[in-house]
Nanobody
Framework: VQLQASGGGLVQTGGSLRLSCAAS????????MGWYRQAPGNQRELVAT???????NLADSVKGRFTSSIDSVKNTVYLQMNSLKPEDTAVYYC????????????WGQGTQVTVSS
């Protein structure tokens, strides 16, 4: 499975960005897709996950501001980020958990999101 993320950039506080991540390869074996982020000096943290059926899970820090969705036909997952804050600044990574009973993690290349104050 290959993951290609896009959509990062520089935005002011309160602004919005939309990230996209397109999966290719053995996409039928993808169990769940999601987004993680890593700020300098911090560990990578979960932002959102979404199943192929569209069920989502969001980190408490982004609830009410971010939404995640999936287009199962296009094998693409989206992260809509609204009301962005400087603390959202990080490299955002697309993730896919692949498998059936045991899962392997696949990662996209990361896309930088910078929120200026």
């Amino acid at each position: 499975v290959q993951l290609q993320a896009s959509g990062g950039g520089l935005v002011q506080t309160g602004g919005s960005l939309r990230l996209s991540c397109a999966a290719s390869g053995s996409t039928s074996s993808i169990h769940v897709m999601g987004w993680y982020r890593q700020a300098p000096g911090n560990q990578r943290e979960l932002v959102a996950t979404v199943t192929r059926g569209g069920s989502t899970n969001l980190a408490d820090s982004v609830k009410g501001r971010f939404t995640s969705s999936i287009d199962s036909v296009k094998n693409t997952v989206y992260l809509q980020m609204n009301s962005l804050k400087p603390e959202d600044t990080a490299v955002y990574y697309c993730n896919a958990k692949v498998g059936y009973s045991q899962f392997r993690d696949y990662w996209g290349q990361g896309t930088q999101v910078t929120v200026s104050s």
